[in-house]
T-cell receptor
Framework: AQKITQTQPGMFVQEKEAVTLDCTYD???????LFWYKQPSSGEMIFLIY??????QNATEGRYSLNFQKARKSANLVISASQLGDSAMYFC????????????FGQGTELSVKP | DTEVTQTPKHLVMGMTNKKSLKCEQH?????MYWYKQKAKKPPELMFV???????INESVPSRFSPECPNSSLLNLHLHALQPEDSALYLC????????????????FGDGTRLSIL
């Protein structure tokens, strides 16, 4: 069975600094994809970035980048130049194509950006 | 603005009431999902619709009844709910059909915050 592990329940970062949110995964599939979502206190789940298992380059989207280390089965999210609006819950997820495409989520990391 | 629209944003209901949650997307997505989320926890999948047909029911109690009238609309009918059903209910859609091996992201709505008195 697929599993996502996020070991940091909460993190603090100073405004304008970079922060790394950890995510490790477990799967026996050869082809898979990893997603990161941001959930502010308002509730909406916002898709941030995607990394495919066969992608040779690490994914980047603006201030978000993914540090993908396939051999270690890790897909850490890096947020550069943190902003106050980055304060939110962050979820790492994997799509389970053997279970109807359901998203398998980690427990999440609550990020707080300090001014 | 999210491309998946959920109404209402907040709902308070008694245990004997009947209400419905509504979700709409106009992105031409083929799959639609209902999730339930408790505070500080990840979302839990409830139902998946693929091409307007129910493809997954994650052993959800019958007091929750999903409906997909057309490819853009997804409803969740609620009846005789319990206090433990109070949660954020999220709707999502994706381009890939759930049975496929694609990896398009699921796009979520803002959610409905449901409180059962």
């Amino acid at each position: 069975a697929q599993k996502i592990t996020q070991t940091q329940p909460g993190m603090f970062v100073q405004e304008k600094e970079a922060v790394t949110l950890d995510c490790t995964y477990d799967t026996s599939d050869q082809s898979y994809g990893l997603f990161w979502y941001k959930q502010p206190s308002s509730g909406e789940m916002i898709f941030l970035i995607y990394q495919g298992s066969y992608d040779e380059q690490n994914a980047t989207e603006g201030r978000y980048s993914l540090n993908f280390q396939k051999a270690r089965k890790s897909a850490n999210l890096v947020i550069s130049a943190s902003q106050l609006g980055d304060s939110a819950m962050y979820f790492c997820a994997m799509r389970d194509n053997n279970q109807g495409g359901k998203l398998i989520f980690g427990q999440g990391t609550e990020l707080s950006v300090k001014p | 603005d999210t491309e998946v629209t959920q109404t209402p944003k907040h709902l308070v209901m008694g245990m004997t009431n009947k209400k419905s949650l509504k979700c709409e997307q106009h992105m031409g997505h083929r799959a639609m999902y209902w999730y339930k989320q408790k505070a500080k926890k990840p979302p839990e999948l409830m139902f998946v619709y693929s091409y307007e047909k129910l493809s997954i029911n994650e052993s959800v109690p019958s007091r929750f009844s999903p409906e997909c009238p057309n490819s853009s609309l997804l409803n969740l009918h609620l009846h005789a709910l319990q206090p433990e059903d109070s949660a954020l209910y999220l709707c999502a859609s994706s381009q890939d059909p759930p049975q496929g091996a694609g990896n398009q992201p699921q796009h979520f709505g803002d959610g409905t915050r449901l409180s059962i008195l």
